[in-house]
């Protein structure tokens, strides 16, 4: 063992046996960012802070909640409202956390793209960033299941059915799935399982290794510039706080953080209490009935523009059947942005409106979303289903496009 | 032996050893999400069809699934292979879930025909679909006839000979 002197203060003592002076230096007074950047790359922050409060008020949730068919509603809609003192603010922040969570993380993710900040050594942080998404849609999906209202057992129903769609073992898989011919009890215990404990265990973990993935390459700024961080730090330490281009991530960078933070935590409150019905569909509040579906069903707004191009194909093209063709083009929906980097095949980092092809694909994407997302909410009759079409067919082509515009925006612009 | 190969022994046979533990308990955690065996053996239902009125849609359930049975009126064309004849009335016997992602269709009298709510999906009174993204005609369930009852898991000869047309 080392050898160790009487420490003078409780810091030193600390310091002795955990190393802490070093660690703190490592992970926030020398972890440097880029000057040059605006409240979007707060976005990270405040998606930790909802995370933070989801598993907290998750706990609380869970001292009264009943995974069990017969209880659960009862346990969510008496119980936890009415009878807990503040059970029902536990539950406002939980639902409304779930639904602004992905607010944030959809605007942390189309920031990503805007700024090109996927692509050139980025290439790890974007990955574990979708590794994340796929993470919260599970947790949001699997959460929703446990009020055991109309609307989620039906959500419950339709997601597990859409893995019968795969060959060959496609339904045998929904019976291993469900634990039973249809959504029932078991159903129910299992999902209960991953939403408290698999996935928030394997959500910590991507979080810890999305911020890894950040160390090497750094954050991106505003203007896709590549700089030396040693040689800017170098300038920083020496005084030199002006000239240099970055700060360091504490105090400097996360003060700033916690502006943001701060704004945002008014908003989330605001909602929480005085416009939560967007996050508790009123349909939900009707205990589930396996006999019944309801006249209109449609998931969370997060999940609807997926939603609508799984149904957007409702007629065969080429002996494919729409049924097949809504779920292979549900499954590309889902794993295409994985694959942005490689889809990407221009050189250029700066911000989407500085590159000449780049901005009309993305500007048209974010249009296409918005489409996708209004229409996934209205029933699929008459003209919808038409509109619904041909934005799936828009979205599927966007990406089908992209490395060709990309490669003719390489060439144009020279390989900068 | 040298020290480089009693290490790559003891890394092979770590390996071994690691690799059948890691087989075993995938395979027991597959099994532990199967089904229940009191879930794969749920029983049969049994339905009286001597009673149910003309054009309005009786639902039963049987292994959680609810099953349709409508009793046709005079004016309803019975189709071969997806309709049975119990006494002196046609019937349309089919697990009411839309095949398209397994919401359950509602029946409307007049038209004669199912209107899924989730997706758009039709269908006629003999379930075959007709408009929407469902891929084919609503399931027939395995059923014996007997007398005026219908015992649902069970296959009898109607059934045989309707799976045989269709
Ligand atoms: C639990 C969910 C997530 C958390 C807690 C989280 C957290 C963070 C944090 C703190 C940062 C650094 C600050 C910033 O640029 O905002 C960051 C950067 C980044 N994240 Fe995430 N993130 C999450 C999900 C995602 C998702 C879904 C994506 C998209 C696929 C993504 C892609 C990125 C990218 C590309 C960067 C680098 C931004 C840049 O260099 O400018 N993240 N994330
Ligand atoms: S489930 Fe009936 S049309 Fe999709």
Redesign the interface.
């Given at each position: 063992m080392a050898e160790f002197k009487k420490a003078d203060s409780m810091l030193e003592w600390f310091d002795q046996r955990l190393g802490v002076v070093n660690f703190v230096k490592v992970m926030m007074t020398e972890y440097w960012i880029p000057k040059n950047i605006n409240f979007l790359w707060a976005m990270g922050v405040v998606i930790t802070v909802l995370f933070t409060l989801l598993l907290v008020s998750g706990i609380f949730l869970l001292m009264y909640y009943k995974p069990d068919v017969n209880m659960a509603f009862d346990s969510v809609n008496f119980t936890i409202m009415q009878d807990v003192a503040y059970g029902w603010l536990f539950r406002h922040i939980h639902a409304v956390g779930a639904s602004v969570v992905f607010l944030v993380i959809y605007i942390h993710m189309f920031t990503g793209i805007y700024y090109g900040s996927y692509k050139k050594g980025r290439e790890m942080i974007w990955i574990s960033g979708m590794l994340l998404f796929v993470l919260f849609s599970a947790e949001g999906f699997s959460g929703y299941m446990l009020p055991w209202g109309q609307m989620s057992y039906?959500a419950a129903?339709?997601i597990t059915?859409?893995f019968g769609g795969i060959p060959l073992i496609g339904d045998e898989l929904v019976?291993?799935?469900?634990?039973?011919?249809?959504v029932?009890d078991?159903t129910l215990t299992?999902f209960f399982m991953l939403h408290v404990l698999l996935i928030p265990l394997a959500i910590l973990g991507a979080i810890v290794f999305h911020f890894y993935a950040l160390r090497f390459p750094h954050v991106n700024n505003e203007e896709g510039e590549f700089f030396d961080f040693d040689e800017e730090a170098e300038k920083y330490k020496a005084g030199d706080k002006k000239g240099s281009k970055v700060i360091p991530f504490w105090p400097v960078f996360l003060s700033k953080d916690f502006m943001v933070v701060g704004f945002f935590m008014i908003f989330f409150f605001y909602l929480t209490f005085y416009h939560y019905g967007f996050a508790m569909d009123a349909i939900n509040f009707d205990k589930a009935d396996?006999?019944?579906?309801?006249?209109?069903?449609y998931p969370e707004w997060y999940f609807l523009w997926s939603y609508e191009v799984l149904?957007g194909?409702?007629f065969d093209i080429a002996g494919i059947?729409?049924?097949?063709l809504?779920l292979i083009a549900f499954g590309i929906a889902n794993a295409i942005f994985f694959l942005l980097p490689w889809l990407d095949r221009s050189p250029m980092v700066k911000p989407a409106n500085q590159r000449p092809y780049f901005k009309y694909w993305f500007w048209i994407l974010m249009a296409d979303l918005i489409v996708l997302t209004i229409y996934g909410k209205l029933?699929?009759?008459g003209v919808n289903?038409w509109v619904g079409f041909a934005s799936s067919m828009t979205f599927l082509v966007l990406f089908a496009v992209l490395p060709f515009i990309t490669k003719l925006e390489a060439k144009k612009v020279g390989g900068k | 032996m040298t020290n480089e190969s009693r290490r790559g022994f003891i890394g092979k046979a770590f390996g071994a050893v690691a690799g059948v533990g890691a087989v075993a308990s995938l395979v027991a955690m597959?099994k532990t999400?199967?089904?229940?065996p009191s879930?794969m053996s749920?029983g049969f239902t049994t339905v009286d069809v001597s009673a149910l009125a003309e054009n309005k849609l009786e639902?039963v359930?049987w292994?959680?699934?609810?099953v349709f049975i409508l009793k046709y009126s005079a004016d309803m064309a019975p189709t071969d292979g997806r309709n049975v004849k119990v006494g002196d009335h046609y019937f349309s016997v089919m697990i009411g879930l839309c095949?398209?992602?397994?919401?359950?269709?509602?029946y409307l009298p007049d038209a004669h025909q199912f209107k899924c709510?989730?997706?758009?999906g039709e269908f006629t009174a003999d379930g075959v679909n007709t408009f929407?993204?469902?891929?084919r005609p609503l399931d027939i369930p395995p059923f014996k006839v007997d007398g005026v009852t219908l015992v649902l898991g069970e296959e009898g000869e109607e059934y045989k000979a309707m799976t045989a047309k269709a």
């Open positions: 039906w129903y339709v059915e859409i019976v291993w799935i469900r634990g039973n011919f249809y029932s078991a299992r396996g006999l019944k579906t309801p006249a209109h069903i149904r194909f409702f059947s729409g049924k097949d809504g029933p699929p009759t289903a | 597959k999400w199967d089904p229940l879930v749920a639902v359930v292994r959680g699934k609810p095949t398209h992602l397994g919401c359950i269709p509602a709510a989730c997706h758009g929407g993204p469902p891929p």
